[in-house]
């Protein structure tokens, strides 16, 4: 019986977009929400848009440059889910829970989202049925 990953919520869903501006603006006049932050990450190479909803973030995100993995994923498979994200109390202890289940990583060790003092990692997609699966600790600096 694999170890069961204790997770605290969705803490955000990543939504690939052609263009964050025209994306902000519809997800505004379809629910009303107020934009919670916006950045651009450079390594990453992309620029979003983030929501709270609740404790869980819904961020849209586009490519910057064409050239990074949203741009390539938006290629591949049209704008949509990209990304699920759940809140870990630590994530360099679950990751060790996904080694010993035997997940397929992209991380073995954590990654540290400096700005914000997180750490997270991803999971493989081939692990979660073709979604990019993250682990971050933490919580949102707003």
Known sequence: MPEKLVTNFVDHICIAVK????????????????????????????RVTGFMVGPTAIEIMEDTDGTGEVAKF?????????LISYN????????ETLKRNKV???????????????????????????????IIDGKYLL
């Open 19 to 46: 263009d964050v501006k025209q994306a902000e603006e519809d997800y505004i006049a379809a629910f009303g929400w107020e934009v919670a932050y916006r950045y651009v990450d450079e390594p990453e190479k992309i």
């Open 74 to 82: 938006v290629q591949r498979s049209g704008e949509g889910v990209m």
């Open 88 to 95: 870990v109390d630590n994530c360099e202890k679950s990751l």
């Open 104 to 134: 397929q990583l992209i991380d073995q060790k954590p990654r540290l989202f400096a700005e914000h003092k997180r750490n997270f990692a991803f999971i493989h997609p081939r692990a979660t049925h073709g979604i990019l699966t993250e």
